[in-house]
């Protein structure tokens, strides 16, 4: 699309992409799940609220290095960067697959207290980090292998986004390991404390950030980016309620 109609069309077709996929998941879940009633939309919103502020911190945590890159960096480092990410985005689903896979698992075994049980599903789960790694190194690869002209062209950025990638790809493994720590949260009805680990994790990124651009650009962001997992992962192990 890009090369025919232009970044504009592409971000249109993409756009609208999203738009339908939200639409067929909304009226998925709609026949698997009746919506609410009226009067349970207060304790819904309750719920809903804390996770929303969640996704959004998570959000900001993905793109906020992102987006301090051209304050403080060359333009070639927002490229670098922007390669990178597209190599990881194979990386974030593979783990948001399989985390979301054994979620379902996890949250009924720590719901009725059968800790051995969440604990197995836990480790099910930490396999998501192999194949999110796995999945990042092996997309782009496969796609550059089946469009030598696309390499041809990526090749200048090539070597600058091989490290963003590495450290982008083990943001995506942390992720994978956390999301089910997470989930066993706000299973235990602990919505609010697993938003204020992901509003940490995001301050953490943001706050390593700007030093980090400045001193290594792209790498650097990248780098920023796999600090807030880990914060927000030593916080959720450090609350979940897995062990005895």
């Known amino acids: 699309v890009g090369p025919s109609r232009g970044a504009e069309g592409a971000a249109a077709i993409f756009t609208l992409a999203l738009t339908a996929a939200a639409i067929g998941q909304g009226a998925a879940l709609r026949r698997a799940s009746p919506p609410p009633r009226m009067t349970q939309a207060r304790e819904w919103l309750a719920e809903a609220a804390p996770l929303a502020v969640s996704l959004g911190a998570r959000g900001l945590v993905l793109l906020g290095p992102f987006l301090m890159l051209p304050l403080w960096a060359p333009a070639s480092e927002t490229g670098a960067y922007g390669l990178a990410w597209l190599g990881a985005q194979a990386a974030l689903v593979a783990a948001t697959g399989v985390s979301g896979a054994c979620g379902p698992r996890l949250s009924a075994a720590v719901g009725r207290g059968d800790l051995a049980a969440a604990r197995t599903a836990m480790r099910v789960a930490a396999t998501a980090g192999g194949a999110a790694a796995l999945a990042a190194g092996g997309a782009p690869a496969l796609v550059l292998a089946l469009a030598p002209d696309l390499a041809d062209a990526l090749r200048p950025g090539l070597s600058s986004a091989a490290a963003p990638l590495a450290l982008l790809a083990a943001a ?7 999301a089910p720590l997470g989930a066993a949260l706000v299973a235990r009805g602990r919505g609010r404390t697993e938003t204020a680990t992901q509003l940490w994790g995001g301050a953490v990124t943001l706050a390593a950030a700007p030093p980090l651009v400045i001193a290594f650009g792209a790498t650097g962001a990248a780098a920023a ?6 914060a927000r992962l030593g916080l959720n192990a450090s609350r979940a309620p897995l062990r005895r």
Do not use: R, S, T
């Open 225 to 230: 980016v796999l600090l807030g997992g880990v």
């Open 172 to 178: 995506a493994a942390v992720q994978a390991v956390d």
